[in-house]
């Protein structure tokens, strides 16, 4: 392993989390929900008339921040080009998988962990290990 | 003024990914590559989230309802360790690692007008509903 010291940002990966962290605070100390992206999305049209109002204010609330984010003259990052076939499979299994596993890197990883859930622990380690193998595997082995 | 507070909640939680670097696909993949030249920052990106969290977390668990707006206090009651959670958690990691997407960040990309972000975004949401549908 070698480490990319010419890359690594420390200071906006720690305020960038501290945002994260603060709004799944906020949600939950008010709202009294957990701020997992993968349920939010699909309790848009699964969860009960009464329970979908709010998760679509919230992915509102996430869907202005890269206009907000280019208001204040930051820039976007670029999607790198990757052949979309690809992204389609990605696609299908990070929502197949989120959806079997009930969470993904906000709901397991920063809310389940913050509660200190066994659970989202497990979910969190399988996920990461996975990822990791899957980046070597193409990377390094195909 | 619960619809208000989502709403602002998902604006800093955009702006977060945004700022974090969790919505930069190839430094997402810089980081899950540890074989090659290793990126660890988003490491630091989950330790500040849970750092600042686990305090108002563990205030919450303890609440019927919450502060100010009396919402009813909804945390997963599931603690079972099983097979689904390991499995879908698996096959949401592979697909992590091929594209560098994850849910929230496909979201803030796709609003923010990148093609690929959108469809990673149609056929993720296929994905949950094929999911679903197996469940039922």
Known sequence: MTIDWTSFTPWSALLGGALIGLAAAILVLFNGRVFGISGLLSGTWTGQAGDRAWRWMALLGMAAAPWLYRLIGETVPPVQAQPWMWVVVAGLLVGFGTRLGSGCTSGHGVCGLSRLSPRSLVATLAFMASGFLTVFVLRHVL | ?136
């Open chain 2, 1 to 136: 003024m619960h619809y208000f507070i989502a709403l602002i909640s998902g604006l800093i939680f955009g702006l977060g990914l945004l700022i974090s670097g969790l919505a930069n696909p190839s430094k997402v993949l810089a980081f899950l590559d540890l074989a090659g030249a290793w990126d660890p920052s988003l490491a630091l990106v989950m330790a500040a989230a849970i750092a600042v969290a686990i305090i108002p977390f563990s205030v919450a668990r303890r609440r019927p309802c919450a502060f100010v707006t009396g919402q009813p206090m909804s945390l997963p009651k599931q603690r079972q360790i099983d097979r689904p959670l390991v499995l879908g958690s698996l096959i949401f990691g592979a697909g992590w690692g091929i594209a560098g997407f994850c849910p929230g960040p496909a979201v803030v990309l796709a609003a923010s007008g990148a093609p690929l972000a959108l469809v990673f975004l149609v056929a993720m949401l296929i994905g949950m509903g094929v999911a679903g549908r197996m469940r039922t």
